[in-house]
């Protein structure tokens, strides 16, 4: 209804000044050399209407003539974008579903249709590492870290290829360039913490690290690592505050306060620490400094006063007493661990010696001592250091495993093992 009023409007309008044109008096007259034109004023104001339409038509028309380039070029523009994101879709569906094929063919469709932006060229690093080409990943990683605002990402992919690959150096060095790029990052904390028990640098691996149970294993390595005694000192002292138990801890501060002068000290902490655990290695360390064999049965006595039941605590006493020609003694304490349920190898083992002890090269020695043996060779296993990763056997502590290179997992294991391996001298 609006229109057809509009309609009638502009009608009227027209006709309004067309007759208002019409009723013009007088003519125009035009010379242009010997050409001249003469016509009525309505007619020349008609023409001359007509001819202002044609010129901007003709206008128009030439701007769109002159345009076509560029109006291909925009559209050619539009059209690869929309199949580039096609391309960074089909990857992002591919990385995810594990195509590897697939994830790096789009992930190169996407880089050549969209050129080298951020999102391109992490996905041709992620689809690289997918399908195993670390070297493709490797070059997309470098394009990427020279970007800008994405150099931390670049910078991260190289660092996960270093760590992957176990180069240390070149990960400490991109470590501390992408710290410099993005500062404060939990993930980069995380892999500074790693790198730095990997490269041994405990000192700061402890400042990187939060709440650990195997902080009281950083802090002896730290002690071992550290040529200053005083600073060894401090870190032995925080493995044993935070492990009193903890045998390496225990003895990196006994040995550290033996050798300041703080003897007393010393074998308070390993005396302490024998009554929650003993262990074979304290024994070495508190009866260290005797060397009469009296004197070291007696000091074996001392140690063991607390907790003298325990396993540990009865092959100490037997060891020490048949060391010391106290055959009687020694058999009473082996004895008495059978009895008691233990039946590892170094008892039958003791047992033998003091059997050669008391009846000497005789007939019924021999067969006592045959009788021995054969115990020993069916007998459980000793207790011996193992790592709980790669489970190899260890002959002693080490804050990280020398076969596997993992650090914390070697521990006491007091469970059974193939027999054949040497007796841990008590
Ligand atoms: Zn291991």
Known sequence: ???????????????????????????????????????????????????????????????????????????????????????????????????????????????????????????????????????????????????????????????????????????????????????????????????????????????????????????VAAAEADPDPARALGFAKQAWKQDPAFVPAVLAYATRLRATGSEKRAQACVLEAWKRAPHPDLAIFALATQTDSLARAQAAKRLTAANPTHAESRILLARTALDAGLTGEARHQVETAQAEGVHQRRLSLILAEIEEHERGDTEAGRLAQREALRQASTADADPHWQCTNCHADQTAWHPKCTTCGKVGTIQWQTGQRPSGLPVIAA
């Open 1 to 219: 209804m609006l229109k057809v009023i509009l309609f009638l409007v502009a009608a009227s309008l027209i006709v309004v000044v067309a007759w208002l044109l019409a009723g013009i008096p007088g003519h125009v007259t035009a010379s242009i050399g010997a050409f001249s034109i003469e016509t009525s004023t309505p007619v020349a104001v008609l023409m001359l209407a007509v001819l202002v339409v044609a010129i901007l038509v003709v206008f128009r028309l030439l701007r769109a003539v002159w345009g076509i380039p560029r109006t291909g070029a925009a559209w050619r523009r539009r059209r690869r974008v929309t199949v580039g994101e096609r391309a960074v879709t089909r990857v992002l569906v591919a990385l995810a579903a594990g195509e590897q094929g697939a994830a790096r063919k789009e992930a190169r469709r996407a880089r050549s249709l969209l050129g080298e932006s951020p999102q391109t060229l992490l996905l041709v690093a992620e689809a690289g590492r997918l399908a195993g080409r670390e070297d493709e990943a490797e070059e997309a990683f470098r394009a990427l870290a020279k970007q800008k605002d994405a150099t931390f990402l670049g910078l991260r992919g190289l660092l996960r290829q270093a760590v992957d690959r176990r180069d240390w150096a070149e990960a400490l060095t991109l470590a501390k360039q992408a710290e410099a790029a993005h500062p404060g990052t939990v993930w980069l904390r995380q892999q500074r913490a790693e790198l730095a028990l990997q490269t041994e640098n405990w000192a700061e691996a402890l400042e990187l690290i939060g709440p650990d149970p195997n902080r009281p294993t950083y802090y």
